[in-house]
């Protein structure tokens, strides 16, 4: 088995049907499947031809350990001022940033204050 880029006119209609009977995918057109930005897709086969399809998405995924005993202020003004600094430094090579955590206030924060979308981590397209 190996890999080899993805070809338009060669693979197209059969990534067309594959993604017409996957349930996740279903609602996704080819096109968006093709030519989402920073992306790389690749074909995957054996001797028989395409076994599946893989999509490579350059996104960052980041990790944060608060401190105990900030008051709550700061920390949302860090987030806040650390996320547009990481989106200008990263907004060249990725297209998202994405975390997860089980604090629901930072959760919410996250969708309400900083763009974040669930997806089923918590993602910022840049």
């Known amino acids: 088995m190996s890999a080899r880029q ?3 006119a060669r693979d197209y209609e059969d ?3 594959s993604i017409e009977k996957d349930p996740q995918h279903k609602n996704v057109k080819p096109i968006e ?3 989402e930005p920073k992306t790389e897709l690749y074909v995957w ?3 028989d031809g395409a076994v599946f399809y893989y999509r490579i998405s350059r996104e960052l995924r980041i990790d944060i350990q ?7 202020e700061r920390t949302r003004e860090g987030l806040k001022s650390g996320l547009e600094w990481l989106m200008e430094q990263i ?3 990725f297209r998202a940033i994405v975390f997860d955590s ?3 206030p930072l959760r919410s924060f996250s969708q309400r204050r900083l763009g974040f979308k669930e997806w089923p981590d918590l993602r910022k397209v840049i």
């Open 33 to 35: 499947f093709i030519s």
């Open 45 to 47: 086969e054996d001797e």
């Open 66 to 72: 608060f401190r105990p005993g900030i008051k709550v």
């Open 102 to 104: 089980v604090y629901s």
């Open 91 to 93: 907004k060249p090579q």
């Open 6 to 8: 993805f070809v338009v």
């Open 15 to 17: 990534l067309r049907e």
